[in-house]
């Protein structure tokens, strides 16, 4: 594990892979938008409106995933001291927050043609916007630990534990809609399959794999800009400590 502990090494393979991921990322979701919007057909019963899905399901995917991989971030600090976990658990909360609320807002978009209402407080959509509070709440621990003097970008324990602990809300969301009574639909694919019909789902895949590589391209940008910083506050300590003192 602590084999990727060292920056230089780190970034060494960071750097190629943004690239990568970055150039992939954007023509996979640029493939599956021009397929989602010309190459199949409309929904029999939500008509193009069914189109918000190439977004609003990569977005929801991220967010939940992006918090999961924050609380693992946050476990790897607690149990193994490793240099980098809280670099990276600061560098997934801002995008994890941004796809959250970009399902929200995708999802009421949708909503409104197809419920009826721009909101409903049911299990599914209060429980991703509890998501997107504690991904706020994350990200104003991270940064008062900057104000108190946190070390390298590593995270506190309070930090890490509050990533745990958010991590509870994860499986609420995936089985909210099994639950509790939901205008939201119930799960459309699983293990077993998909209910959505081919001709629709197919361009899916392309924007899931896409996004997911531009969130990784920016989690990587991301822990490369913190570490940068880094260095520049070691080199400008040192230089403090070598001033001499004024006579």
């Not at 023509?27 to 019963?45: F, N, S």
Request: aromatic share 10%.
């Amino acid at each position: 594990m602590h084999a990727f502990a060292n920056p230089t090494r780190f970034l060494r393979i960071a750097r190629p892979l943004t690239i990568w991921f970055a150039v992939l990322g954007l023509a996979l979701v640029l493939i599956g938008a021009w397929a989602g919007l010309t190459q199949t057909p409309a929904d029999y019963l939500q008509g193009e409106t069914v189109r918000i899905l190439y977004v609003h399901v990569p977005a929801a995917w991220l967010g939940m995933g992006g918090w999961t991989a924050l609380a693992i971030s946050g476990l790897v600090q607690l149990v193994w001291r490793h240099p980098l976990a809280g670099i990276a658990a600061r560098a997934i909360a801002v995008p994890g927050m941004l796809f959250t609320a970009l399902c929200l807002i995708t999802g009421s978009i949708w909503g409104k043609p197809t419920w009826g209402t721009w909101w409903e407080w049911d299990g599914r959509m209060t429980s991703m916007l509890v998501l997107l509070f504690l991904y706020a709440g994350f990200i104003a621990l991270a940064n008062s630990d900057n104000g108190n003097g946190g070390d390298g970008g590593s995270i506190s324990r309070g930090a890490a534990i509050y990533a745990l602990v958010g991590a509870i809300n994860i499986p609420i969301i995936n089985r909210s809609v099994v639950w509790w009574n939901s205008l939201h639909q119930g799960p459309s694919i699983t293990v077993r399959g998909s209910s959505i019909d081919g001709e629709i789902l197919w361009p899916l895949g392309f924007t899931v794999v896409g996004f997911s590589l531009l969130f990784g391209a920016i989690v990587l940008m991301r822990m490369r800009a913190q570490i940068a910083a880094n260095r520049v506050s070691a080199r400008l300590r040192r230089l403090a400590d070598e001033e001499p003192l004024p006579a």
